[in-house]
């Protein structure tokens, strides 16, 4: 319901067998708020479609090419235009790091110009 935050760690079964670490850091064995779930991708299409489907909020970081990829496996409860989806009910916590960012730099910015 309203007010409960819920994450899920889903792995593929049909790709258990693949690995990062060559380009970025394997931390598939250290999610930290529960336990992975096992699900073939047909089950985990199934889950992850309930899940956004009855979201009222998706939070993510550098969404679009994540949004674009669940999309191509049928993937439902993620409208087909992204703006849209941004719009009423995703907070990309990328738009949000930018933001700060050049709040930080302007305030940088006008302690060098009273020096």
Do not use: P
């Not at 060559?22 to 199934?46: I, M, P, T, Y």
């Not at 191509?72 to 009423?88: K, M, P, Q, Y």
């Amino acid at each position: 319901g309203l007010g409960t935050f819920r994450h899920r760690h889903i792995l593929i079964e049909e790709h258990l067998h693949c690995r990062n670490g060559k380009w970025v850091a394997d931390n598939r064995d250290h999610f930290l708020f529960g336990d992975s779930e096992v699900l073939s991708l047909e089950q985990a299409v199934a889950e992850v479609s309930a899940e956004l489907s009855g979201a009222h909020y998706i939070v993510g970081h550098a969404v679009a090419g994540d949004l674009k990829w669940l999309r191509s496996l049928g993937v439902g409860g993620i409208d087909g235009n992204t703006n849209a989806l941004l719009e009423d009910r995703l907070v990309d916590t990328q738009i949000l790091d930018v933001a700060c960012s050049r709040i930080k730099m302007d305030e940088s910015k006008k302690e060098r110009d009273s020096m």
